[in-house]
């Protein structure tokens, strides 16, 4: 392509090296320069992740034409004999990662120019989220797991400084704490992961590690007396344990809907391209050593399928207009996880690259109307918005149909792909994934359609003050809205046969059974227009179309009767308001249990053994040993003389007594 013939004079790898680089400067330079550069910050990091996409770009083609990198760039420590990198793998994997990831966070930063106006920390947002995108890239581009480690963790501070970045707001530091809480518990089982990985592989290496995996067979290692355990597998489900946390599934979910309480294009970043979409990254990376374990993948499949109906269902009962999209984020990544767990490791790719596309639309055009609304978030006090906005109206439009699974947008290929992979899949419990993700797409529709439909139909149920001020939103605000549209409805058309039903990613998930699954599936549909023909006769578009029609039914033809219904079921409802109690659980589990053994901490060990032994206690000792001798230097001769004397004394004894 034209567009990239000046950058082959450059040597690869520091174009490589730029696209991390560049959102890294970008941050720095917004962050010292906060002062300065006051409401000008966002140059900086709109200009480095600009070129970040566009080198992305670059080397998706380059990937395209069969160029491809591995090794390291440096090695900044040596630890006894374990060498400690900074390396690349540059695959298909990587590319299209690093298109998606850029590509959202762009939008997201010209977004935000319009969005963060006049806010106190406008350049301060903008220092975090350019340096976010760095994190979430050197994590996509590492080559092994110290690396991978350093950006999965690096994505969970930055998360937690956006989460809270209101740090006004009490609501909003304690969802960022229980964000940080909650991830630091599947980030436990991570490194638990990777350590195994090193001592039983020597290595932290990529390549090194999948290279030893055949002679890890039958190893087993003993957690509980009398169970052995597959190594493989000990090792594939605690770094999953970590997937689970990143990519909020159950019961490690709770912390995402309470991500809310940051800025809307933050949640729009997290949930779209960046931190939830990092384990699904990682299992896929990870595939060769899923693929020797039936119960790692049993344990994924079972776990997916669980959160993407169970965490739609509570979707149905919110009222909040992002956290309605922040459950429907909960149940894609439940699909994919699922894909995941099926050997589907491209359909889960395909996915996560169709949804960052349509979620991200949705969370932006949500905040359009936020915007507009005065900073309002409850659907109940909307309605009739599409004659005020036209533009976040049809966008929004094109992001719940996607979401819904209707062709021909995005959504429906890489949703429908995924049950088609998981009905084909031989891993224990297949069957009842498949009917969970078929009836999630029921569910999904109904939230969905409930949601586009309080808001934008109906009668205006807003204040009058409100009404009156009701306007679209200012270009910057809509530009990235209509530029996330055209991959919402062109991804899932133009990239099902290479990326969803190809052999794009053969070269980075060299899964055997991965290429069976697909390879089945593309034998029946050889391209977009025979999988859409497919599509429509199948059940989960028709589940799709009846979850529309019944939300018209409720919110426009019938909208009393929603209220009826839900006294009818209340036991149902009540037990999705509560959602399942796993805040209870996990307030008496986690915030009750580590504030129990802080409390004992700070009571025995700072109170009683470092304050009352090792320092006041010192510091006492030394103040009674110091007053003792204090009292002998009395200041009078006569006390000295006698002193004397007794001294002479005893000396005169030791010599006659001990001397003879």
């Not at 990254?281 to 109906?309: K, N």
């Not at 491209?346 to 996915?351: G, K, N, T, Y």
């Not at 949500?366 to 966008?395: C, F, W």
Request: net charge positive.
């Amino acid at each position: 392509m034209f567009l990239f013939d000046w950058l082959r004079l450059f040597p690869a790898l520091p174009i490589y090296l730029a696209i991390p680089l560049a959102p890294l400067l970008g941050s720095l330079i917004a962050g010292l320069g906060s002062r300065q550069l006051k409401e000008k910050a966002h140059w900086a990091p709109i200009i480095g992740v600009a070129v970040a996409f566009y080198l992305a770009l670059f080397v998706l083609w380059q990937v395209t034409q069969g160029v491809t990198f591995y090794g390291n760039v440096y090695t900044w420590g040596v630890m006894g004999n374990l060498p400690l990198h900074i390396g690349l793998d540059i695959d298909a994997l990587t590319a299209v990662m690093l298109v998606v990831v850029t590509f959202v966070s762009l939008c997201v930063h010209v977004y935000t120019v319009g969005y963060m106006h006049g806010d106190p920390g406008y350049a301060r947002f903008f220092s975090y989220i350019a340096l976010f995108t760095f994190a979430m890239i050197m994590l996509v581009m590492s080559n092994n797991f110290l690396q991978l480690f350093f950006g999965w963790e690096a994505v969970g501070l930055v998360s937690y400084l956006l989460i809270g970045f209101w740090f006004q707001r009490e609501s909003a530091n304690a969802a960022a704490i229980k964000a940080f809480i909650v991830n630091r518990v599947g980030d436990f089982g991570f490194l638990l992961g990777i350590a195994a990985i090193y001592s039983y592989c020597g290595s932290l290496d990529y390549r090194t590690v999948f290279a030893q995996l055949p002679n890890l067979v039958g190893h087993t290692v003993t957690i509980i007396p009398g169970h052995p355990w597959s190594v493989i597998t000990w090792i594939a489900i605690l770094l999953f344990i970590g997937a689970m946390g990143k990519s909020a599934q159950v019961p490690l979910h709770v912390w995402l809907p309470e991500s809310m309480e940051g800025p809307t294009p933050i949640s729009a970043l997290i949930h779209a391209a960046t931190m939830v979409t990092a384990g699904i990254f990682m299992v896929a990376r990870m595939s060769p050593i899923y693929e020797l374990s039936a119960t790692a993948l049993a344990v994924v499949l079972m776990i997916g399928a669980i959160t993407a109906l169970f965490m739609g269902l509570i979707g149905l009962v919110q009222n909040d207009i992002k956290r309605i999209i922040a459950y429907s984020t909960l149940s894609q990544l439940g699909y994919m996880t699922a894909a995941l767990g099926a050997s589907a490791f491209s359909a889960a790719i395909f996915h996560l690259m169709t949804h960052a596309f349509f979620k991200a639309l949705l969370f932006l055009a949500a905040g359009s109307v936020i915007h507009a609304m005065n900073n309002e978030q409850d659907i109940r006090k909307m309605g009739g918005l599409r004659r005020y906005m036209p533009v976040t109206y049809v966008t929004f439009l094109i992001g719940s149909l996607a979401l819904a699974g209707i062709p021909p947008f995005a959504g429906f290929f890489s949703k429908d792909l995924i049950i088609e992979a998981v009905g084909l899949a031989h891993v224990p419990g297949a069957g009842l994934a498949e009917f969970f993700l078929v009836a999630g797409v029921l569910v999904t529709a109904l939230y969905t359609f409930r949601l586009f439909f309080l808001v934008f139909h109906g009668q205006p149920r807003m204040d009058a003050h409100t009404r009156a001020h009701l306007h679209e939103s200012p270009w910057v605000i809509t530009v990235p809205l209509l530029a996330l549209t055209i991959p919402s409805i062109y991804a899932g058309w133009a990239y099902i046969k290479p990326i969803g039903l190809g052999s794009f990613f053969q070269g980075a998930i060299p899964v055997a059974q991965q290429w069976n699954t697909i390879g089945e599936i593309a034998a029946h549909w050889h391209g977009s227009l025979s999988f859409v023909m497919h599509g429509l006769i199948s059940l989960p578009f028709w589940l799709a179309v009846i979850g529309i029609i019944t939300a018209a039914y409720l919110y426009l033809i019938l909208p009393g009767m929603p209220v009826v219904l839900a006294r009818a079921l209340r036991p149902f409802t009540w037990i999705l308001e509560h959602k399942y109690g796993f805040d209870a659980l996990n307030r008496v589990l986690l915030v009750n249990g580590v504030l129990f053994f802080g409390r004992l901490f700070w009571r025995v060990g700072d109170v009683r053994i470092i304050d009352g032994i090792m320092v006041n206690g010192t510091a006492r000792e030394v103040g009674k040993a110091a007053l003792s001798w204090r009292r002998v230097q009395s200041g009078y001769i006569y006390h000295y003389a006698f002193a004397m004397i007794i001294g002479l004394i005893m000396l005169m004894t030791y010599f006659v007594v001990m001397r003879g």
